[in-house]
């Protein structure tokens, strides 16, 4: 009887031990999720676009279960710092300035150009109206340019300000405002680009060095063995890296 009980209490350690070992660890993935086609909202209302993709591939490649949370962009770090969830993974733009608050992985994409869209061709950015998501690179180039600039909370009110007229032009990334120019008629694209910020990373608190060095393993995976290029290519989000 004894070695009955000493079996089954080995047996059931065993098999609690296993369970452990192939237990994932949930990451949650934090996103805008209304900024196509780096991440936006889908028929079905779940998260979708290029940084879903590689979301999901670079958990899988570092072990790790994804869960994908929505937050608006201009919350968007104070709740990745206060534990809403563990990652940013919005199209977010590496900069000294949010440096400073959070820590990044490498660049999962280049730096895309910015890019102007408006009702006419013959708009001066310097002497007109320039709409920008706030807590943008583009909301702080058009200030520190001394420009007129009006701020909005979404990238569809900044679109939406240059229909109306409140707005002359808004400036954003060109992956971003170059679909909406296809689409619409009304709009164009201006010859003019300006290239600011650094290449697009995945915040993460600073605190989450083990987290951060696992995307990085990942990142630096995929770019030399080609996948990343190939999703870089499929969204059309920005240019490609070279080989490894």
């Not at 570092?62 to 929505?70: F, H, K, M, P, R």
């Not at 104070?78 to 563990?86: A, E």
């Not at 061709?121 to 702080?140: E, K, L």
């Not at 990373?201 to 190939?230: P, V, W």
Request: with cysteine; aromatic share 6%.
């Amino acid at each position: 009887m004894n070695k009955l009980i000493l079996t089954a209490a080995a047996l059931a350690l065993a098999t609690g031990a296993a369970l452990a070992g192939s237990h994932e660890t949930v990451v949650r993935m934090g996103t805008e999720g209304a900024y196509p086609p780096w991440n936006y909202l889908d028929d079905n209302g779940e998260v979708a676009g290029f940084e879903r993709e590689l979301g999901d591939e670079l958990c899988k490649r570092a072990g790790l279960t994804c869960e994908w949370v929505t937050n608006d962009w201009d919350s968007i770090i104070p709740n990745l710092v206060s534990g809403n969830y563990d990652t940013i993974i919005a199209g977010m733009s590496i900069t000294p300035e949010r440096d400073e608050v959070i820590d990044f992985t490498q660049e999962y994409t280049p730096p895309d150009p910015s890019a102007y869209l408006a009702l006419s061709a013959d708009v001066d950015p310097a002497g007109g109206v320039i709409a920008a998501q706030t807590g943008t690179i583009q909301a702080a180039f058009v200030a520190q340019q001394g420009w007129t600039l009006v701020e909005f909370a979404t990238p569809e009110e900044t679109i939406a300000a240059v229909r109306s007229g409140e707005a002359d032009a808004v400036l954003a990334d060109g992956s971003y405002l170059a679909p909406i120019a296809e689409e619409d008629p009304d709009l164009v694209l201006l010859e003019r680009t300006e290239q600011i910020g650094g290449g697009v990373g995945m915040g993460l608190r600073e605190s989450d060095t083990d987290l951060k060095a696992k995307f990085d393993a990942a990142i630096g995976e995929m770019k030399c063995d080609g996948s990343l290029n190939a999703l870089i290519e499929k969204w059309d989000v920005a240019s490609t890296f070279p080989p490894c």
